[in-house]
């Protein structure tokens, strides 16, 4: 919904937008899909201009179609599988991680998500070469436990350090430090900046739940919206940017009815990632 | 091909900025999307568009600003700026880090060194096992001069229900004391000497900062100020909340309200943690799970509960072992960053058992596997 602006495309002028929004047309939306001809009547504007407007309006906003046989060929290229350091769970996710796609990983208490997170960063950052992004929202990482698992992987101090020097880990302990967290991994990532970040392929978020439990419940749906958004930027992250995204959660019955939180149950994800 | 829209940060949607709901729904109906829109409106534009006052409108730009100004603009190294590292370094902060040690071999080797500091340690067991007894040596073994092996710390004992016991501790100090001095008998150093000048009784016990919180308002608002507390106080390593459970297990209608409120608190606390470079140490009671043929004694609280704690220890009497003088205490490690081998979840099980003065036996199970005793070791 976003709305008209002076300077928004050519032709737009300030004088414009004021006759439109007396008119109740305020956004791109109201305008383009209303009657122009009406439009050009009730406002006196001339026909020909609201049609150039529309045109590049609708130039600017919509979305490309795309043949679904260039996709999968886009697909083919640019997807790439990490390995978990972990046989039966590879052979468990056909293979490994997807880049390109959110793995998430529930679990109880105590069941070991943490630690499988640091098995995947240690294998792609010593196996692979590749950088990994750690995200650490309940204070779990612990940098002695991924070098007891380095060096079961491999003798040479030197590789060790090097791996321990591609992850990044960043602590973020709420909603909103994480969300501005994830911006700036997108700000880096699409201005493609050599810095020592290095080719990033893995981003690991433990946990999900940390951060959106305390919000959600009561009768804001405000934690709903803000999972929402979270779960929108880690998806459209993992597609953009071809990075395998693996957050970590419990699972947790919701009454979506009033928002209200179930006590967990251990049967069915109902998370909405 | 799919777009991919170079996206700065000004590009950044309302949804993710920390702005009250009652704002946020005004300006979704306005139309506004991103905070680059917000900003090119100004103050003015947006009071008269959305039907704020002028001083609502400064304010809320002003957090959108902050916001995407991001990192540059905050100072670093204080609370709130970003906490980046990269592994490596975090490796070499955790190998020059202390431990707080408990005076129990058994329960020390089976930490990794003792209670870890930057971490949530929870404590739970059924009622006369020892928890309270714990957390009060804890507050005088963080207090321990760093030539003995400790933190030279200072430490915050928050109390719920009322089990401290001042002449308990004056015991436990003064044993502290004695044996800090046995030590620099026996070795004969001169900072050794010089440490002992400072650790007295009435140093350990002005140092433990006690305080009685009689339900979950009083709880959270002690939690809440405590960062400025700690801010004052620097030395401070330790944090015990000794019964986070009683405030929060009787007269509570609103479990998803309890849910919330004790996952906010587990934030808050590691935030704590992380910043101030202390070690938390939290008590929790046991609650029966009725299942469909057996009932057991899990941790009380709940299961959401049970993430909140990077370290939890569960504490209970076994009877199984041969009837003796002394008794017998089982300490389960239930989740712990530190377990050596394998780190598949279903396989790793471990049975240690060893006997100190009161005998114990541990070890570290996970909740779907049988139990099977690997190796065994006495320690008198």
């Given amino acids: ?273 | 091909l799919s777009r991919c829209r170079c996206i700065p940060a000004m590009q950044r949607e309302l949804g993710t900025l920390p702005l009250a709901p009652a704002l946020r729904a005004r300006l979704a109906a306005a139309g506004f999307q991103t905070a680059q829109e917000l900003l090119d409106t100004g103050p003015c534009g947006l009071s008269k568009e959305i039907g704020i006052s002028r001083e609502e409108a400064l304010e809320a730009l002003q957090v959108v600003r902050q916001e995407c100004d991001g990192n540059a603009a905050r100072p670093a190294g204080g609370p709130g700026a970003t906490r980046k590292f990269t592994a490596l370094e975090l490796l070499e902060e955790e190998q020059t880090q202390g431990f707080i040690i408990t005076f129990c071999s058994a329960l020390d080797n089976i930490l990794g060194g003792g209670v870890q500091l930057t971490k949530i340690t929870e404590i739970c067991g059924a009622p006369g096992v020892g928890k309270t007894q714990l957390c009060m040596q804890l507050a005088v073994d963080v207090q321990i001069p760093e030539c003995f092996g400790g933190v030279a710390g200072e430490a915050v004992f928050i109390d719920t229900e009322g089990s401290f016991m001042v002449d308990r501790v004056v015991d436990i100090a003064a044993a502290c004391v004695q044996h800090c001095h046995l030590i620099a008998e026996a070795q004969q150093e001169e900072d050794h000497q010089k440490a002992l000048e400072t650790f007295s009784l009435e140093n350990i016990l002005s140092h433990i900062y006690y305080f009685r919180c009689r339900d979950y308002t009083e709880l959270l608002a002690q939690v809440y100020l405590l960062p400025e507390f700690l801010a004052e106080h620097s030395k401070v390593r330790l944090v015990v909340i000794d019964g986070i459970a009683f405030p929060f297990r009787h007269d509570f209608e609103d479990l998803s309200l309890r849910t919330r409120l004790l996952n906010g608190l587990a934030q808050q606390l590691i935030i704590i943690a992380n910043d101030h470079k202390a070690a938390v140490v939290l008590t929790n009671q046991m609650t029966t799970r009725i299942g469909q043929s057996q009932s057991t004694l899990v941790p009380a609280l709940g299961e959401s509960w049970g993430h909140a704690a990077t370290v939890r220890l569960i504490l209970h009497w076994d009877n199984r072992l041969e009837p003796s003088k002394n008794c017998e205490i089982l300490f389960v490690a239930m989740r712990s960053s530190l377990f050596p081998g394998s780190f598949l979840p279903s396989l790793y099980h471990k049975v240690i058992s060893l006997s100190c003065s009161v005998k114990c036996v541990l070890y570290i199970m996970s909740p779907c596997s049988t139990l099977r005793l690997k190796s065994h070791a006495v320690i008198p």
């Fill in chain 1, 1 to 273: 919904m976003v709305v008209l602006r002076a300077g928004l495309c050519p032709g737009l002028t300030e004088d414009m937008i004021q006759l439109l929004r007396a008119n109740g047309i305020r956004t791109v939306v109201d305008f383009v899909s209303s009657d122009l001809e009406d439009v050009a009547q009730k406002c006196s504007l001339s026909y020909k201009a609201l049609v150039a407007v529309r045109r590049v309006l609708l130039a600017q906003f919509s979305a490309f179609p795309a043949n679904g046989a260039d996709l999968y060929e886009e697909l083919k290229s640019s997807t790439a599988i990490l390995p978990t350091g972990s046989p039966s769970l590879d052979q468990l996710l056909d293979s490994g991680l997807y880049t390109g796609e959110v793995t998430e990983l529930m679990g109880a208490p105590g069941s070991g998500k943490t630690q499988v997170c640091l098995g995947i960063a240690a294998s792609v950052s010593l196996g692979l070469k590749q950088h990994v992004l750690f995200l650490d929202s309940t204070g779990g990482f612990t940098a002695s436990r991924l070098y007891q698992m380095l060096q079961a992987q491999t003798e040479d101090e030197e590789e060790q350090l090097e791996a321990l020097q591609r992850i990044q880990v960043v602590r973020v302990f709420n909603i909103y430090e994480l969300l501005s967290a994830l911006q700036e991994l997108r700000d880096r990532l699409s201005q493609q900046v050599v810095s020592s970040m290095g080719p990033l392929k893995l981003v690991v978020l433990d946990s999900v739940s940390a951060v959106i439990y305390p919000l959600l419940g009561g009768r804001q749906s405000e934690g709903l919206a803000l999972m929402m958004q979270l779960s929108r930027e880690l998806k459209t992250l993992a597609r953009e940017f071809s990075l395998a995204v693996v957050p970590t959660g419990i699972q947790v019955e919701l009454d979506i009815g009033n928002g209200d939180v179930l006590e967990p149950s251990l049967v069915t994800p109902t998370q909405g990632l």
